[in-house]
């Protein structure tokens, strides 16, 4: 049963849709997961990459998800459905429901870390943080209920719907986190050795670059900026006909690129000011961050505020993922919100168990397990959804938009409450982008990858 469309429940102001909607842009994406990625990735040529993606496949792409999701006001295999009926497209939504609960399953896990590490300067002062980092996340004991609490914690905010969950919350929140990364900033560039951290970052090195550099910066960008399966159609169908598409999305894309980029500052000149190795991977934020509160005054606190507003972050971010799930329950069958979300969010604990048990707490999904190039259930995971599905998705839905809905039909919907903004040049090379540079250049580099060639 589909729910009307004037019973849709719809955000409370543009200020609401830009801070829930870069609320779950911002999150682990841009603190946790691009800094290691990019310590990973050879620093600032993964940057520059990483950039390149945004400004010319995510941004163009990011409209055609807002377009969608506004003009079917629904989930993304309803949007679909709306357009096609009873086609195979509707498969690319199940793609997207089914890549949402995936990404939350082990980004809930990551979560529950964060949330535990609130706590770790006054639990455990003294101890060296990649030592303790490792134990930490081996304790099933700590990691499962962290996990757990974190889950309810994201089926609470869903349970109360748009305006009164979702949006209140972002509100709040995100300005807080602002501030408390410019603090972070200062002490860690002006650690002494800070200069090597910021060479790494800023200065590129592009012998650096191959294939896998650029599928995970491409994948990263699709990360950070939550696109690829749905999750702003779905936000883009709550809004109103007349909010400004361009100029709200184009707010998402800058403050999530702004805090990812000033993440890298926050991390990097510690990293090197603490002669530890940028490339150590998902442990990265968590052993060095504490490492530059040890060396703050008021460390203990600052380090607890810190990791309360990444709780946070994650949690819009969380919010999102099951919100697209949910949606899709909602709309498409008799489920009301409450069963959904308590169903959905369920579920989704169940499949993050494995995520949860691969650092240390079982010895086979930690080190026994390793599939394109990733080691440990949990990594192996977020290449497997966070690159390669946000990817495929994006794919699949910028061709559907493309080429089966079509580009007028969308710029159409983009016209719409742009005040005369949306014309002319800016339509060709938007309609440019999403026909034939989005498309080709996932598909270039999927094939490269795909036949070695990169
Ligand atoms: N973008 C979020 C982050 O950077 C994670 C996220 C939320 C996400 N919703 C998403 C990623 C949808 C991909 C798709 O932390």
């Known amino acids: 049963m589909a729910t009307p469309t004037a019973e849709r429940e719809q955000w409370g102001s543009r200020l609401g849709f830009v801070l829930a909607a870069a609320g779950s842009a911002i999150g682990l994406g841009n603190i946790w997961r691009f800094p290691f990625k990019a310590g990973e990735n050879g620093g600032a040529a993964f940057v520059i990459i990483y950039l390149i993606c945004i400004a010319f496949i995510c941004l163009p792409y990011l409209f055609a998800e807002l377009a969608l999701g506004r003009n079917s006001q629904k989930n993304p295999v309803g949007a679909i459905a709306a357009i096609r009926k009873k086609t195979p497209w509707t498969l690319v939504g199940g793609l997207c429901v089914l890549t949402g609960v995936f990404i ?26 990649s030592e303790y980092f490792s134990s930490f996340i081996a304790d099933t004991a700590v990691v499962l209920p962290l996990f757990a609490l974190f889950m309810l914690l994201t089926i609470s905010v869903v349970y109360g719907g748009v305006e009164k969950g979702i949006e209140r919350w972002a509100k709040v929140l995100m300005p807080i986190l602002l501030t408390l990364m410019f603090v972070v900033i200062i002490r860690a560039v002006t650690l002494p050795g800070a200069g090597a951290g910021l060479d790494f970052y800023l200065n590129p090195d592009f012998s650096k670059i ?18 690829g399966m749905g999750a702003m159609i779905t936000y883009g169908s709550y809004l109103p006909k007349r909010e400004n598409l361009l100029v709200s999305g184009g707010y998402v894309a800058l403050f999530d690129t702004g805090i990812a980029l000033l993440a890298g500052l926050m991390i990097f000149p510690a990293v090197f000011a603490m002669g530890q190795d940028p490339s150590e991977g998902a442990a990265l934020v968590f052993v060095v961050l504490p490492n530059v509160f040890d060396a703050m005054p008021l460390g203990t606190l600052i380090g607890a505020v810190f990791f309360i507003l990444l709780s946070i972050a994650a949690l819009t971010s969380t919010v999102s993922l099951l919100e697209v799930v949910v949606s899709y329950f909602v709309d ?73 809905w079509g580009t007028r039909q969308a710029v159409e919907e983009l016209q719409i409450g742009a005040d005369g903004m949306f014309s002319g040049t800016l339509v060709s090379v938007w309609t440019f982008f999403l026909k034939f540079v989005c498309p080709l250049v996932i598909a270039i580099i999927f094939g490269a990858i795909a036949l070695g060639v990169i």
Request: charged residues 10%.
């Open 104 to 129: 939350l399953s082990y980004y809930g896990v990551v979560a529950g870390w964060a949330f535990g590490y609130i706590f770790k300067g006054f639990v455990a002062p003294a101890v060296e943080s």
């Open 210 to 227: 191959d294939g896998t550099v650029v599928l995970e910066a491409l994948g990263q960008a699709f990360f950070s900026l939550s696109l």
């Open 332 to 404: 498409e069958t008799t489920w009301s919100r409450k069963q959904s979300v308590w169903l959905v969010g369920g579920f989704t604990f169940l499949v993050g168990l494995p995520s949860a048990l691969s650092q240390g707490g079982s010895d086979l999904l930690t080190n026994q397990i390793s599939l394109f190039g990733q080691t440990g259930f949990l990594n192996i995971m977020d290449y497997i959804w966070g690159n390669l599905a946000l990817a495929l998705g994006a794919l699949l839905l910028s061709i559907f938009v493309a080429w089966v």
